[in-house]
């Protein structure tokens, strides 16, 4: 049982020969997860009653002849902004650093559902905000290919156990970013679904209309599959989507002969870098397969930045103000009237970047300017999906880099919020469009550091984007 290299085919055939048992995978996985764990932080904490306990479920199912589930008996772990009932859900935030969720996020329950082995919650920043996972309270992670470096961010954590083998799976968010920019940093495969695909409900809400979950895994195959568990209508959240949801795994056969890709000349301006040209050598692979590659415009990208961090930070700012120490948690022990125990809370509770950012939302939404910005912003975000939505018409998928560098040194950016923030250039337009989008590895830099190739396609055509993924995976990427 190799733990780090593992995969979900493997395991369930393991189960089945009766290898190993679920128990004792998930003893194992605990055990190297906690011995290696010191090397990233890539975990906050473990909860190892709860992963032997659904281990031992899948055990006694296999014991009674039923099905385990397609998930059975996998090593996963979850972003702690996701809650788990009865097992601390931070938020990679001071204020809520005791917080034990009653209840479940769907994602979870279903993915336990189908014999899914929870093994710890995965660090982040503070409230999803961030790009390289330095605004956690609890302490930055490293990257496990390169440990001075950064994992990326928000979900840094989830990513680096994917990579370091600590988890063979795991669960991020992405609001503008942060599953794909973290896997292309680290080396894997990251998903963000199209919105609405996988419910909200029990995702610690940062900008509620471009906040999603999606998988992480080390091949797309793993990814797709995760997303297929996860995905579909929730009653607990209203704008989860109806649409039927594909056996992906099914449709994953390497053929691509005829598909349309694009790639839109905006993102491809000035990129003249070793990640300009792995993913040039990367477009190249799918040429060889046999897709039709075609320059396409997006021609709003310009204003995707300021556009998003508008949209971003008037939404988080309305979300965050139910931290007031009344409800969750933290409260200070500071202040004489309710408002300045409030104020005390509050200041003693958020980070940095959750200031900056409830600053800059409040006054985005103020009387005066919300015309001027917030109103403003939707309306370019309108004009960024329409972007979208007529590309589709000419091609079946979209090909761009991640990120316009690999993996930062840590520490690099963060006296530099606006830097940091213009980092996400590629990420952002997938989640205001809210079609989905995935980071697919595709190959390294001379200095060894992981670089993504992001594929977007139109919304709910998930089938399609993995296809595209997995022939280019089986083609061994660029280095073919
Ligand atoms: N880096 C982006 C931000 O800081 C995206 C974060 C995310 O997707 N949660 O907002």
Redesign the pocket.
């Known amino acids: 049982m190799d733990i780090p290299s593992l995969t979900i085919d493997q395991i369930r055939e393991g189960l089945e020969r009766r290898a190993f048992s679920a128990v004792e995978l998930a003893t194992e996985a605990l055990r190297f997860a906690a011995a290696e764990n010191p090397k990233t932080n890539a975990y906050l904490h473990f909860c190892p009653e709860r992963a032997l306990g659904a281990a031992r479920r899948v055990d006694e199912k296999l014991a009674r002849g039923e099905q385990a589930g397609p998930l059975a008996g996998v090593p996963v772990a979850v972003k702690d902004v996701i809650c788990t009932q009865g097992v601390r859900t931070t938020c990679g935030s001071r204020l809520l650093a005791r917080y034990v969720p009653p209840y479940d996020a769907t994602a979870v329950s279903r993915l336990e559902a189908a014999g899914g082995v929870i093994l710890g919650k995965a660090n982040c ?1 503070e409230f ?4 390289s996972t330095e605004n956690s309270a609890f302490g930055p992670v490293r990257n496990p290919v390169a440990p001075d470096r950064v994992p990326g ?2 979900s840094g954590g989830s990513a680096a156990a994917v990579a370091q083998g600590t988890s063979v799976v795991a669960l991020g ?7 794909r ?1 973290p896997a292309s940093f680290c080396g894997v495969v990251g998903v963000t679904p199209t919105y609405g695909r996988v419910s909200r409900y029990g995702l610690v809400a ?1 900008a509620s209309s471009l906040d999603h979950i999606g998988p992480l895994a080390r091949h797309v195959r793993d990814a797709a599959l995760l997303l297929r568990i996860m995905a579909g209508r929730d009653e607990m959240d209203s704008t989860s989507a109806l649409a039927p949801v594909a056996d992906y795994g099914a449709l994953l056969d390497g053929q691509v002969r005829g598909v349309r890709v694009g790639l839109p000349r905006e993102y491809f301006q000035g990129l003249a870098s070793e990640t300009g040209d792995l993913i040039q050598r990367g477009v190249e692979v799918l040429r060889r397969l046999g897709c039709e590659i075609r320059e396409i415009s997006l021609p709003h990208t310009d204003y995707a930045i300021g556009c ?2 508008i949209i ?1 930070t008037a939404e988080a700012s309305s979300n965050l103000a139910r931290y007031d120490g009344v409800r969750y948690t933290l409260r200070s022990a500071e202040g004489e009237t309710l408002l300045d125990m409030y104020r005390h809370t509050r200041g003693e509770g958020f980070g940095a970047e959750c200031k900056r950012r409830i600053m800059l939302g409040t006054y985005v939404l103020s009387s005066g300017y919300y015309d001027a910005y917030y109103l403003k912003a939707q309306q370019v975000r309108t004009l960024i999906a329409r972007d979208f939505s007529e590309a589709f018409r000419e091609v079946d998928a979209i090909v761009t880099p991640v990120s316009p560098f690999p993996a930062f040194k840590l520490g690099e950016k963060l006296d530099d919020p606006l830097e ?2 213009l980092s ?1 250039i590629y ?2 337009t997938g ?1 205001l469009a809210g079609i989905p989008c995935m980071s697919v590895p595709c190959g390294r830099t001379a200095a060894g550091l992981p670089v993504g190739m992001q594929i977007l396609a139109n919304h709910f055509d998930e089938a399609g984007m993995f296809r595209l993924a997995e022939a280019f995976e089986r083609a061994g990427g660029p280095g073919a």
Do not use: R
């Open positions: 920043d999803a905000m961030g790009s961010g928000s968010s992405d609001t503008g970013g942060s599953i920019q940062f998003y961090y971003c940091m923030y996400d990420t952002i989640d």
